[in-house]
């Protein structure tokens, strides 16, 4: 991942917001035009505009108080979260590169930063936002049976994996009441093709003294479509854990628009 030096943009540490010069102070020079050439502009100094957009997200933030998450679009939610890091900048860009809120957070960071006015900081800190929600959500099949929460492992599945660039092989490890006892990513490769040896997933089951796992992959093309090779190395991988006392539930595939069930399918 190529990483652009750090500038004035990614070293910017946010002051509170104890006043209304101190918040254009915490904006200072992040998209001027000559950052460097001259110090930044104080309060009475900055143009109409500027002050047009500071009362606009202000009535923002008031709506998101009175009324909840459901009154925002998604780039007034983007505007919010990002107003201490890319102050007087529209966020729509981010959306129209990428589709989605979800687009937006599972982008890499390289991506992410082709966007003008998004830096290494700001790109990590939407890297961040999406991490935090992949815990909670993954915190959500702790100590859970798992294959009665079965929505909530296809949301942390998605959430996880949907927007990965490259394949992942993911396995969900259970013990005998169904709960999960590891989460563990198994592999990565290329945009069509993650090398899987069934030996080392039946190995690892019995390191954790699971009893049944659950096999995850996604396709970076978006088609969850299980391939002919999805097929036989999941009744490889059934084959080989059968004998042992450890059961396939599925192996679900994750695209970016849905997933696919091979065992919905009735290929295992």
Request: hydrophobic share 35%; with cysteine.
């Amino acid at each position: 991942m190529n990483k652009r030096p750090a500038s004035s943009q990614d070293s910017h540490e946010p002051a509170e917001e104890t006043g209304r010069d101190d918040l254009f102070a915490d904006e200072r020079g992040y998209f001027a035009e000559h950052v460097g050439k001259r110090p930044p502009l104080k309060a009475d100094q900055l143009p109409g505009a500027a002050e047009h957009y500071l009362g606009h997200r202000e009535r923002l933030r008031d709506k998101y108080r009175d009324h909840g998450d459901t009154s925002l679009a998604d780039y007034e939610i983007l505007e919010l979260l990002l107003f201490r890091s890319i102050p007087r900048r529209d966020t729509k860009a981010l959306l129209a590169r990428f589709g989605s809120l979800a687009g937006v957070f599972g982008a890499p960071t390289s991506l992410l930063q082709e966007i003008k006015g998004i830096g290494e900081s700001v790109a990590l800190d939407l890297k961040l936002v999406a991490t935090v929600g992949q815990r909670i959500l993954r915190s959500e099949l702790r100590e859970k049976q798992v294959l009665s929460s079965w929505s909530s492992v296809i949301d942390y599945c998605h959430a996880a994996m949907a927007y990965e660039s490259r394949e992942q092989f993911r396995i969900l490890f259970l013990d005998k009441r169904n709960a999960l006892i590891a989460d563990e990513i198994q592999g990565k490769g290329t945009v069509d093709h993650t090398p899987v040896y069934p030996r080392e997933v039946v190995r690892r089951a019995l390191e954790l003294s699971a009893t049944a796992i659950i096999l995850v992959h996604n396709h970076p093309s978006g088609d969850p479509t299980p391939s002919r090779a999805d097929i036989d190395m999941t009744k490889t991988i059934v084959d080989t854990a059968k004998p042992l006392g450890i059961t396939v539930h599925d192996h679900i595939i994750i695209g970016k628009d849905g997933h696919a069930s091979l065992k919905g399918l009735r290929l295992i």
